[in-house]
C-alpha cells in the first residue's frame, strides 16, 4: 500500500475538509488494485476478461452484450428483407450490495500526531480487507456452477473424456491420483475455446479472445489477443515438470508480448499462463475441493446466481485444483468507480476514532440469456470460462 501518497494529504483538516476523505478514498481504490491479480485483464471495455460496469445505486442492473451476427446474409440482387440477420443483444440481471468494514482505535485521548497515525494505519489495513474481498469474490465467481470443463488425465491422452457426464460437477469427480495438470490438458481447453466445443464434445459457441497488450514490431503497432489460462500453484508446479511444458518453454518468448501480466510463468499456443496462488485465510487464490462450502458461500453473492455449487461438489475421493481458461466477459463487475472512506471521532465522549470504507459492488460470472425470444447457444452458459480440473497433489 502507498502510504506515501496519504503523505500528500492534510489528514489533520478532515473536519473541516470534505475533499480529505475523498482524497483518501482514491488512494485505497488505487492501492486496492496495485497487487491484484485480476487487475491485467479488468477494464470497461467488452475485450477484458472482467468487464466492469459503473452504477450509482443498489438497483438490479442489467449488462448487455451483443452477440456476434450469424446468418448468411444475401448476395447478388437479393433484397436485404429475404434473409434478415438477428440482432442478439444478452444480458443478464446482477444486484449491487454495499461491502464495508471499520476499525476503532483504542480507549486513548488522542494528540493530532496520534490520530494521524491511526488513520494511516487504519487506510492499509482497510485497503487490504476491500482488495481481499473484492478478489475472493472474483474466486468464487469462476468456480461456481461451471458449464464447460477440461478433466485432466494422468495418462496419454492427457486429459478424460466426460462426454457422458451429465454435469460438470460429476466430470471433475472422476479425477483421480496422478491425474495432474499438463500441456495437452490445457491445449485441449484452448482448442475448445476457438472451435466452440463443451465438454460433451457438441457444439457450442467460440468464446472471444481477451486484448492482453499492444507492443512494437518494426514501428508497427500490434494487438495481442489470446485467451488466458489461470492456475492454482499445485497445477502450475505440475505443468512445469510436463516434459512438453520445459520443451515448449525452451523455444519460446516469455512474457514479451504479455509483459502486462503479473505471475506469467510461461505461454502456450498464444495465451499467457499465470499462476494465481492458492486460496488461504491469509492469502486471496483459486479454491480447491478441500476449500470448506462455508467460507465458499461467504464469499458469493447468492442472489446473482441461480445455482450454488460449492467446492465439495467438485471432489469425489480425490482432492481436485480448479484453474481456468477464460476468454473476454468473463466475469462482470457493476458498482461504485471507487470505495467511500469515513473518519469519525464522536465516538465514547470523543475518546475514541472509528474509521471505515464500503464500496458498491455485484461481481457475478458472464451467463447472459437471450431476450429476442428464440433459444440461443449462450443461454444459461458461462459466457468465457472453461474449468481445468486436475489432482490436488
Not at 464447460?148 to 483421480?176: M, R, Y
Not at 495438470?181 to 472451435?195: D, E, G, P, Q, T
Not at 500490434?222 to 505443468?239: F, G, K, M
Request: proline share 4%; charged share 25%.
Amino acid at each position: 500500500m502507498p502510504l506515501n501518497e496519504l503523505n500528500q494529504i492534510n489528514i489533520a483538516s478532515w473536519a473541516e475538509n470534505p475533499n480529505v476523505s475523498t482524497e483518501i478514498s482514491r488512494v485505497i481504490e488505487k492501492a486496492s488494485w496495485a497487487k491484484s491479480p485480476f487487475t491485467a485483464f479488468t477494464g470497461r471495455g467488452q475485450d477484458r476478461g472482467i468487464r466492469t460496469y459503473q452504477v450509482k445505486d443498489s438497483q438490479p442492473y442489467r449488462p448487455r452484450l451483443k452477440a456476434q451476427l450469424t446468418g448468411d446474409g444475401v448476395k447478388g440482387n437479393a433484397d436485404f428483407d429475404t434473409n434478415f440477420d438477428n440482432l442478439e443483444i444478452l444480458s443478464q440481471t446482477i444486484y449491487p450490495q454495499v461491502i464495508g468494514n471499520s476499525l476503532k482505535s483504542p480507549i486513548k485521548q488522542y494528540s493530532k500526531i496520534e490520530m494521524i497515525d491511526f488513520v494511516k494505519e487504519s487506510v492499509d489495513s482497510l485497503t487490504d480487507w476491500i482488495a481481499d474481498k473484492r478478489d475472493r469474490f472474483f474466486s468464487t465467481a469462476l468456480l461456481n456452477d461451471l458449464s464447460n470443463i477440461v478433466v485432466c488425465d494422468g495418462g496419454g491422452e492427457g486429459f478424460k473424456d466426460v462426454s457422458s457426464e451429465e454435469n460438470t460437477q460429476n466430470a471433475s469427480k472422476k479425477i483421480a491420483k496422478g491425474d495432474v495438470c499438463n500441456v495437452k490438458a490445457l491445449r485441449r481447453a484452448i482448442f475448445m475455446a476457438r472451435s466452440g466445443l463443451n465438454y460433451k464434445n457438441k457444439d457450442a459457441f467460440p468464446i472471444k479472445p481477451i486484448r492482453s497488450t499492444s507492443h512494437s514490431v518494426g514501428g508497427i503497432s500490434v494487438e495481442n489477443h489470446s485467451y488466458i489460462i489461470l492456475l492454482d500453484t499445485y497445477q502450475a508446479n505440475q505443468l512445469k515438470n510436463d516434459p512438453d511444458w520445459i520443451t515448449m518453454q525452451k523455444i519460446g518468448i516469455r512474457g514479451e508480448k504479455n509483459n502486462l501480466f503479473t505471475g506469467l510463468i510461461g505461454i502456450i499456443d498464444e495465451c499467457p499462463v499465470i499462476d494465481m496462488g492458492v486460496w488461504t485465510r491469509l492469502q486471496v487464490g483459486l479454491i480447491n475441493s478441500e476449500i470448506s462450502d462455508s467460507e465458499f458461500k461467504a464469499h458469493i453473492d447468492a442472489q446473482n446466481f441461480s445455482k450454488l455449487t460449492p467446492p465439495s461438489s467438485y471432489a469425489d475421493n480425490q482432492p481436485v485444483s480448479m484453474g481456468y481458461l477464460i476468454g473476454a466477459s468473463a466475469l462482470v463487475m457493476a458498482g461504485s468507480d471507487s470505495v467511500s472512506f469515513y473518519i469519525d471521532e464522536a465516538q465514547d465522549a470523543g475518546r475514541k476514532i472509528i474509521c471505515g470504507c464500503d464500496r458498491l459492488m455485484a461481481i457475478s460470472k458472464a451467463r447472459f440469456e437471450s431476450n429476442e425470444g428464440f433459444l440461443s447457444p449462450y443461454s444459461n452458459t458461462d459466457f468465457a470460462v472453461i474449468g481445468i480440473a486436475s489432482s490436488k497433489e
